[in-house]
């Protein structure tokens, strides 16, 4: 089956604590892209990819760091989290390196950063 | 960067009635404008796209159109159903050299009523 898959789906932590959500998916996708939403903000991409090796910066990639060392994985580190970046997060991937085409969605992280 | 602007932030009809949710977006160089669908508790899913080269794009009940001039684009959903109740947003590409960044719309809850 054709998916994104997001891994924790829940997390509680605490500021500090280093933490990485891990995003694969198996379609053979260029594109990947992180995502936080908010109540009232809607969907902020935090971070981008084109391609195995290239990443490039969203809208709030403040207190983020990504990797795309193979095509299927895009993970989402946070050094050193803090309460600001409790949220949803959502990993997407899209066939094409060029103009995003269809974004398939993961299922979503929540963290939650005491 | 690109600002997307998304009206109404909740929208109530009754089953049979249309909906028409709209959006601006600031940066002329903009050419694709997807609309996504979030149900309650998954990832947004694809419902429709236009690019620049088009004003109109129709799916069975769900339209969506365009108008660059004014920079502004358009969802439409005829003969609403209980089963279209969810959260609703648009987003916009950059332009120039930075188009794989998508930005989305605030978020337009649509609750369509029996």
């Known amino acids: 089956e054709a998916q994104v898959t997001q891994n924790p789906r829940y997390l509680i932590t605490v500021t500090g604590k280093k933490l990485t959500v891990t995003c694969s998916q198996n379609?053979?996708?260029?594109?990947m892209s992180w995502y936080r939403q908010d109540p009232g903000l809607g969907l902020r991409q935090i971070y981008y990819s084109m391609n195995v090796e290239v990443t490039d910066k969203g809208d709030v990639p403040e207190g983020y760091k990504v990797s795309r060392k193979e095509k299927r994985n895009f993970p989402l580190i946070l050094e050193s989290p803090s309460p600001n970046q409790t949220s949803l997060y959502f990993c997407?991937?899209?066939?094409?390196?060029?103009?995003?085409?269809?974004?398939?969605f993961g299922e979503g992280s929540r963290l939650t950063v005491l | 960067g690109e600002n997307v602007e998304q009206h109404p932030s909740t929208l109530s009809v009754q089953e049979g009635d249309s909906a028409v949710i709209k959006c601006t977006y600031s940066d002329s160089a903009s050419n694709y404008f997807p609309w996504y669908k979030q149900e309650l508790g998954k990832g947004p899913q694809l419902i429709i796209d236009?690019?620049?080269?088009?004003g109109e794009k129709k799916d069975q009940r769900i339209a969506v159109t365009l108008n660059k001039t004014a920079k502004h684009f358009s969802l439409h959903i005829t003969e609403t159903q209980p089963e279209d109740s969810a959260v609703y947003f648009c987003?916009?590409?950059?332009?120039?050299?930075?188009?794989?960044?998508?930005?989305f719309g605030q978020g337009t809850i649509l609750t369509v009523h029996p």
């Open positions: 236009i690019r620049s080269n088009v």
């Open positions: 379609m053979n996708h260029e594109y």
């Open positions: 987003a916009a590409n950059a332009g120039g050299t930075s188009y794989g960044k998508l930005t």
């Open positions: 997407a991937s899209s066939r094409t390196s060029g103009v995003p085409g269809e974004l398939f």
